[in-house]
């Protein structure tokens, strides 16, 4: 079965130039998106993100995964996965990460926890304990797709995320591939380039996001070498 952290890194991260192209003032506001998600060329599925304010004034950013046909041989019928987190002193500061595939009613095929008094993350993963040093800026695999919306709407360049990936702390590089002119079904636009990958992996995931729209991503791709595994379209956005 296929990865499901890289799942939801593929998945949430084509959502954030979405957002960044609904903020319009360069600060994060709340939205929805809706893409259709292909597996190995096959139309698979489709993918629904949102992030939301809560009254608090924390923030809420959640996934709901529906697949059909082969992808079911990758993917539960439905995964659902969020984020609570805060934004403190210019930075994402998570406080849980859930994601759970249905398949137990009595709990969460991922529940974590990030305790910042303590410096711990605890929890659960894929029924695996998980207790873990904190450290400044680290992020769990949805909360990282916001910050690198923070880095985009800021006008710098991606570099590095530390994630909290199940029941280990990896590190995600982030490096600019070039530029590439798209013709999609809204006009034709240039687009930059964006792999995100683990340090010395060739596999890795590309973005193709178009400055003109607010780096909104025209495709995405899953790669594995130079295999493509998956690839999502956005078919839809708007504000909250």
């Avoid at 609904?22 to 259709?36: I, R, T, V, Y």
């Amino acid at each position: 079965m296929m990865n499901r952290a890289r799942i939801f890194l593929a998945l949430g991260l084509a959502a954030l130039a979405a957002a960044a192209d609904a903020a319009g003032n360069g600060e994060l506001q709340p939205f929805k998106a809706s893409f259709g998600v292909t597996w190995h060329g096959v139309a698979a599925g489709t993918a629904q993100l949102q992030l939301q304010r809560l009254p608090d004034g924390r923030w809420s950013y959640q996934s709901i995964t529906s697949a059909r046909g082969l992808f079911r041989l990758a993917m539960p019928a439905e995964l659902r996965s969020r984020s609570l987190f805060s934004i403190r002193d210019g930075h994402i500061v998570p406080e849980s990460f859930t994601a759970d595939d249905g398949t137990s009613r009595d709990r969460k095929d991922q529940d974590l926890q990030f305790d910042w008094n303590a410096n711990r993350v605890t929890g659960t993963a894929e029924r695996r304990h998980v207790d873990l040093p904190l450290q400044p800026g680290i992020l769990d695999t949805m909360s990282v797709q916001v910050a690198l919306m923070h880095e985009l709407l800021s006008g710098r360049a991606p570099q590095s995320f530390v994630v909290v990936d199940k029941n280990k702390i990896k590190e995600y590089n982030f490096t600019a591939q070039g530029e590439e002119t798209l013709q999609t079904v809204a006009g034709e636009y240039r687009t930059v380039i964006y792999r995100s990958s683990r340090p010395g992996s060739a596999d890795g995931t590309w973005y193709w996001c178009a400055p003109d729209l607010g780096y909104l991503p025209l495709k995405v791709e899953r790669r594995e070498g130079k295999s493509v595994l998956l690839q999502l379209t956005l078919q839809s956005t708007s504000r909250d």
